[in-house]
């Protein structure tokens, strides 16, 4: 059932928190599939376990139940270490809250990612000044996560995402705390950079005003992936103004 | 990836400074006390260590330079015969009593070395001349005990053991452990005016000058074999001795070191907390870099780098804290004496404590589940 231009399958993922009488089941047989190079969204009402099914993707959290192949590797069978180094090589992240090193320049934020795969020092800034130049921040590099603005720092976040050619890119929410023209432009970004780099680019949102920018849009509810829509047909409307 | 680390430690002024103070504060407590309590015991063979002797000859069970006992002078004559001895001087080391202007009474120790070679006497003046001993009834006292000698000064004349004494000279920081004043002079007039109780042929010590390229060591044995009965040392056996004796007997040795081992486990405990939290606080940047996929060894070295940051930086500033502090109040009275070992104990325990403080936290960053990243 492998099929080789798919950058994640899943089937059947389960997960729940808590124990005893607070046990809370999160998702309940969540599958989906998404093809090398597709722009994916992930939406749905707060709480409904979006940011629970993109970590399970992302390699970062294990499912109690169901597999997930993340190309081509059944997730499950990679120890600890090797997911690590398995995250490290192939995927990128940007998280909802960015996570950014306080003390760091937002140079040596994006560098970083790239030496803790070995690179030497002068060559992951090489990279990451690329990088910062296409996210337009390359007169910003020595300023750090404080002294940019929240816009600034979600570009940081996406150099940094990118800055070790992943093959797929997890955005928790990136638009979220931007206002709307700076969400247009950093999602006008992030879908210019995934078509250049060939990346597969998985986004959680509720922000109904950047779902024109996706190929698919999966709706997830009651721990399901209830239906897949395309942007501008009529069906998402509806449940997406119900979140708000 | 180190130097990200470290760059990374350096930003954060608030957190590097409380930290930087804690590793500094304990460097310092531990050269300044070490360094206090050497100096001070030191202070205990300070006539053995200067004296230029290279063999010390006493009665047995002289463990003590400051308090002699008697040994007739004739047995030098065996001494002077052994192979290797280039010379050897009679020496006399007693508690006597100066009587003071005012009529008030100040124990002292008189020092009298031989005349002719002044082999013993004191070896760095303030004032005027360490040969002015043989002047009649002349002696030298040292210029911080002037005080306690009713503010003596170079010319004037004291009492002591009823004897009329001409200070003809103030010595330089010669400051026993015992807190008496020392009172250099000749070996005849120590013998003869300022001690009691004395037959004329005895002194307290046998001074012997080795000839230059003998073995120390041996020779000292080679003098035993002559005179069985006595007690016979070279000098640095002699000097550990003396300061032994004042460690053990006083229990400063004890106290001082409780005092020192108190501050610091004081100092030392600031620097764990203070970098254990400074990891602790940085949980979630830590957990951000296993989420990206840093292996346990790319985080370790992380916070590695930044323990040994800290704990060199809070070093050298601890140093140099310390030889200020020194150069300062380095006195006679109260001398410091600093040596590298002493530093490089400083440097080492707090080391120590920061890697163990970052260990620590590094246990649990190493159990930390990235998925906590996720959650805003
Ligand atoms: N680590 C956790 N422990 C307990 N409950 C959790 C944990 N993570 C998520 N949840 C719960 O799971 C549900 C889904 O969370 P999440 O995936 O963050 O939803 P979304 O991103 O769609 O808002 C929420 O009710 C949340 O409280
Ligand atoms: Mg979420």
Redesign the interface.
Known sequence: MIAPNLAILARGVCKEFGSGPQRTPVLQGAGLGIARGEVVFLVGPSGSGK?TL??ILGC??TPDGGSVQVLNQEVAQLRP?EL??????H?G?V???F?L????SAL?NV???A??RGVA?PTARAQAERLLEQVGLSRQGRL?PGQLSTGGCQRVAVA?GLVNDPAILFA?EPTASLDAANGQAVMELLTRLVKAHGVTLVVVTHDSRILSFANRILHLEHGRLIRATQPGEAAQRATLESVA | MWILAIKAMLADRAKLATSLFGVAFAVVLVNLQGGLLLGLIEKASLLVDYGQADIWVGRRYTNNVDVGSWIPERWIQRIRKVDGVERAEPYLVSYSEARLANGSFEPVIVVGSEPASLLGNAWSMAQGDARAVRHPDGILVDSCDAEKLGHCRVGDTLEINGRRAKVVGLTDGIVGFSTNPYVFTTLERARRQYVTGLTPEYCSFFLVKARPGTNPRALAARIQREVPHLDVYDRQTYSRMCMEYWLTRTGIGMSFGLATFLGLLVGLAVVGQTLYASVTERVKEFATLKALGAADQCVGQFVLAQALGNAGLGSALGLAISLAIGWLVNSPRAPINWTWWIGALSVLLTTGVCLLAAWLPYVRIRRLDPATVLRG
């Open positions: 940011t993109l970590s970062i959290l270490a690590a180094a398995f995250r490290q090589r995927l992240y998280f909802q809250t996570n090193f306080p003390t760091l040596d560098a970083l990612a030496t803790m020092l750090r940094r928790d």
